[in-house]
């Protein structure tokens, strides 16, 4: 690939832009199938995006510094979008046009990924891939078609371990034009993240590593604890004690939106005295929902879930993980309650889903990639063996459906985030999953084998990279490139 050693100018990129923007706009003229021997029906967009509806949806991000408090007492300088921390919660109806004009007021660069939206490209928001990032006084609109459907967020990805703690995220729903598959009858969104600190003034959130092995996860073999010192977990943007409690009446179903925007940290959930009905995962629906005893949420995941009460009262949604214990959020149900027998179902795990028999579909193209790294203590993480920039880009065509088998050969979770497309986790550890999970973040724990497919319908350069964002800065990503397509990127960091 021919590589450059700086970022496109701004009139190169207008150029892509003007050719590029709002790709996809043609819809969905069919849907790709294919059967597994479980009969069951995996199915994947052939284009990136829906039709643009006429309507457009127009949102000022003005970013400055601020004073952040978190509810408990603690209060520091951080970043706000419109004066909020987090970000303001963005409503949209798929299909919609919407902009977001990005205007920066702080004094170092920023850029907005849309994080699970399928947009064009060059509005993607990764400095030295798809966009030069937006400078300190200068402002950008980014302009794309909301889809797919669903739980969406957004974040920075300029100096992400600064940045993002300290507030540059926000949820962004999109709403589906057609009837919800699971109805439920109300629903709040709850985005856990992390902030964290450092006693020597000026530097960056001192952010620990995931560490421990225990039992009972429900994602394979053994659990992941949380271990890293100077943080405050938050909800909402609070410490979980200043949070109001959530009404929810008796008999009411209320769905949860559930975000993890953590830099480093999973969450292991429970709800006091009944399971979580999971309905969705990363914002897309399941083909039938699946009731869990505990829901293990890594980092950039997201799971619509439906809570009943089972008791009056308050009652409370709990992480529990080791060193988590203040996660717990207040849900209050006012009237009686008749408690009733709390069915005995298994912890949430991909392999949930997965067949008795079943073949995995031919691919056009495979790549496979062995994560590893973080021995001894060591900082730096790899694909294949290389660091980014060095790893090896993975290069598809068009039209093409793309399968990649990952193996992590390290002692750490890395939850795989793809730009750009949804994909769908079609196996794990060796097992065909026969009923579609589609996602765009994908948990894989030690010693853990996984295969995603993807249809190449969005061309352009992506990033793929762990969302564990200490592994992403070490080195453990790579970039999705579209043979002819007519930007080269440039791997730097920023």
């Not at 199915?43 to 829906?50: E, G, I, Q």
């Not at 921390?85 to 660069?109: A, C, M, S, Y």
């Not at 065909?432 to 995603?452: A, E, F, H, N």
């Amino acid at each position: 690939m021919n590589k450059v050693s700086k970022f496109m100018t701004r009139r190169e990129f207008l150029t892509a832009l003007a050719g590029l923007a709002l790709i996809g706009i043609g819809g969905y003229p069919f849907i790709r199938r294919w059967l597994l021997a479980s009969t069951e029906e995996l199915s994947l967009p052939a284009k990136p995006t829906v039709p643009w509806n006429g309507r457009t949806r127009s949102f000022q991000f003005d970013i400055r510094s601020g004073e952040v408090n978190l509810g408990n007492g603690t209060r520091f300088t951080g970043y706000l979008i419109n004066q909020q921390f987090p970000g303001p919660e963005i409503h949209v109806t798929e299909g919609d046009r919407v902009q977001v004009t990005v205007k920066n007021g702080l004094d170092k660069p920023l850029t907005v990924h849309w994080h699970g939206v399928n947009v064009p490209n060059p509005m993607d928001g990764v400095p030295g891939i798809t966009q030069n990032p937006i400078l300190p006084g200068q402002q950008f609109t980014y302009d794309f078609v909301a889809s797919p459907s669903g739980t969406r967020w957004y974040h920075s990805h300029v100096y992400e371990l600064d940045e993002i703690p300290n507030g540059l995220f926000g949820p962004l729903i999109i709403h589906s034009t057609s009837t919800e598959p699971y109805t439920s009858d109300r629903e709040e969104t709850l985005i856990f993240s992390t902030w964290g600190y450092s006693t020597t003034p000026g530097n960056l959130p001192t952010y620990g590593m995931m560490g421990g092995m225990g039992s009972g996860m429900g994602m394979g073999s053994g659990m992941m604890k949380s271990a890293s010192p100077n943080l405050t977990y938050l909800v909402n943007g609070k410490v979980p004690s200043a949070l109001n409690g959530i009404p929810i009446p008796p008999g009411a179903k209320l769905r949860l939106r559930l975000i993890n925007a953590s830099a480093t940290e999973s969450f292991l959930l429970q709800a006091d005295h009944t399971n979580l009905l999971i309905t969705h995962t990363d914002g897309n629906p399941l083909l039938k929902p699946q009731a869990v005893s505990e829901l293990y949420m890594a980092p950039a995941e997201r799971y619509d879930v439906i809570l009943t009460p089972n008791q009056s009262g308050t009652w409370y949604l709990r992480s529990t993980l080791v060193g988590q214990d203040s996660i717990r959020i207040p849900f209050i149900t006012q009237g009686q309650v008749s408690p009733s027998l709390v069915a005995s179902v298994p912890a949430w795990s991909y392999l949930n889903l997965a067949a008795a028999n079943g073949v995995l579909p031919p691919a056009d193209h495979i790549f496979q990639l062995t994560l590893s790294g973080g021995m001894m203590g060591s900082s730096q993480w790899t694909i294949n063996g290389a660091s980014y920039p060095n790893s090896v880009p993975l290069r598809v065509r068009k039209g093409e459906r793309i399968r990649i088998e990952m193996f992590n050969m390290s002692m750490m979770e890395h939850p795989m985030h793809l730009h750009g497309h949804t994909f769908q986790v079609t196996s794990f550890n060796g097992r065909i999953l026969g009923s579609p999970l589609l996602k765009d973040t994908v948990d894989v724990l030690p010693m853990q084998r996984c295969t995603i497919d993807f249809m190449a319908n969005n061309p352009g350069n992506w990033f793929f990279h762990c969302h564990n964002l200490q592994h992403m800065m070490g080195g453990l990503a790579t970039v999705v490139e579209y043979q002819d397509y007519p930007l080269p990127h440039v791997d730097k960091w920023m």
